[in-house]
Antibody, heavy 117, light 111 residues
């Protein structure tokens, strides 16, 4: 059974940084694209970033480009999201998701990031 | 404002069918067969219901079906059940950034 477990969320001040982690199990992590998708409170889903299995390609949504960095450690079956220069509008639940067939087939439970002074 | 347009809400009686639309452009929905649909219950993570316009992943009820015509994709849920009450989101690959776009979501109420 596939398990994705996010961690690292919390309260951070505007302009601050935070690093999210996602631990994966139940599938061959090193062969799958992985993504981060977020959802602001009471709002819809927004794609944040994705990363190729060998890290040779990384893509970002326009709202986070230049501030967020996605990375992975295939030896540790882990996905990361380094978030810098955080803004109030980055407040959201951040989901880690496994990509498959041009969709997201498995999702973690999410970790809440709150940007507020 | 979301890139893809969905109705804010739809409703239907148990046993009936409902269809949720997802309108895009030729640069996303109309240009690729990469439309997917997600079900989300309150406080829960999204669940993939349909990929690649009409492919139903293993374990998803055959009461859920997807289709596309031009720049609009649709999710049809037949034989409505109380457990189907949830938010539904469509997503598509897009030619320009951001390369993955979502609809604003549709709240399904089972009357």
């Amino acid at each position: 059974e596939v398990h994705l477990v996010e961690s690292g969320g919390g309260l951070v001040q505007p302009g601050g940084s935070l690093r999210l982690s996602c631990g994966a199990s139940g599938f061959t992590f090193s062969t799958h694209w992985m993504s981060w998708v977020r959802q602001a409170p009471g709002k819809g889903l927004e794609w944040v970033a994705n990363i190729k299995p060998d890290e040779s390609e990384k893509h970002y949504g326009d709202s986070v480009k230049g501030r967020f960095t996605v990375s992975r450690d295939n030896a540790k079956n882990s996905l990361y999201l380094q978030m810098n220069s955080l803004r109030a509008e980055d407040t959201a639940v951040y989901y880690c998701a496994r990509s498959w067939n041009s969709s997201w087939c498995d999702w973690g439970q999410g970790t809440l990031v709150t940007v507020s002074s | 404002q979301s890139a893809l347009t969905q109705p804010a809400s739809v409703s239907g009686s148990p046993g009936r069918s409902v269809t949720i639309s997802c309108a895009g452009t030729s640069s996303d929905v109309g240009g690729y067969n990469y439309v997917s649909w997600y079900q989300q219950h309150p406080g829960k993570a999204p669940k993939l219901m349909i990929s690649n316009v009409s492919h139903r992943p293993s374990g998803v009820s055959n009461r859920f079906s997807g289709s596309k015509s031009g720049n609009t994709a649709s999710l049809t849920i037949s034989g409505l059940q109380a457990e189907d009450e949830a938010d539904y989101y469509c997503s598509s690959y897009a030619r320009s950034t951001p390369h993955w776009v979502f609809g604003g979501g549709t709240k399904l109420t089972v009357l």
